[in-house]
């Protein structure tokens, strides 16, 4: 089955810059949702879990990935394991959870397009010749499904949010206000972390 | 002055609800963008590193921080500092650093809006009655930009992104590529994090 999904105007916009990574990880999402049979997260309730990392390329599919469903970093529905992997783990709370990887071959035949020749040579996305760009997303659209992606279902994969709390307080250093479980306490005063010197 | 700067139409597709702290942090960005001299980044060379954690409420504001900035967690532009604070600092490789904070007395005065009342009870923004939602993000749009931001350059505020490379290699258990900074050694053989054991 070949599913292009393709994103929407709007995250190009979002995005910045047109590049292949962004429709792949788009594409996984919308996949992964459909696995799961979840609608796109209003709210909460539904995580991503990228296994990415940093330093490396291809992290743009974490903006796909946001895009497509809705586990948005602002909502504290995605987080890197940093694990320098091309793959992410899906969780709904009502509907479990399911893994998908990039497939090695397909890496590799990726690897092979011009695009990557440019990037290696340091230029930026939008600065790479659109015809050359255009190339690698639209030969990315017509593979199939199964050329693309690892699928693996997760029966035991549970996740526990943070506990939350609306609790703060003004740090005693700054000022400024402080969510109570980072608060730290220094000469028997409430601080923010900044200011504890703590590091964390 | 008031530069209510509203968020595009798709910032709310992205985010998924409407609440008063995505339109906070778009304002933020885009403030501190100005502040800069900066326009919306498109690849890279501008970072934003929210103040905020997780467990509290107000983090959409780092949606907002997103849409505005064009430094997406997807481009490994933006990271939490896990303070627990609603701040952030906005960093330009050629332009320099800038930290945007709420002030207290703002926070204070959005807080009595009927808005968090719901929330405390648990209601996910989605589920609040429109005009609920409309009073606190019409009060908020109608602030000066003063009444909501402290603002702090940040001349001695450096960063420097990891080390960035194409070199990858696939895992000798689990047959999946790994970038090389995140592979590991285990009984003479490169693997990957999770099946190094070793948790990071």
Known sequence: MTTQHIPP????EFHGH?????????????LAMEHLGVERVKDHGFYVFPE????????CMMDGLQIATGATYGKVL?????Y???????????????RFALKPDFIDALGGFEFFAYRRRGIEPSEIPAAVVDEVVQWVYAQPDDALYRVEPKPDFHYSPPQHSFHKLKC???????YERYVRMKNGQPVCIPCSGYGQ
Chains 1, 2 share one sequence.
């Open 9 to 12: 105007g709007w995250a190009l």
């Open 18 to 30: 047109r590049c292949p990574f962004m429709p792949i990880g788009y594409r996984m999402g919308r």
């Open 52 to 59: 990415l990392g940093e330093g490396h390329p291809m992290t």
């Open 78 to 82: 995605m987080a890197k394991t940093f």
């Open 84 to 98: 320098g992997k091309l793959a992410a783990t899906f969780y709904s709370v009502h509907k479990g959870a399911v």
């Open 172 to 178: 005693s250093a700054c000022g400024e206000y402080v």
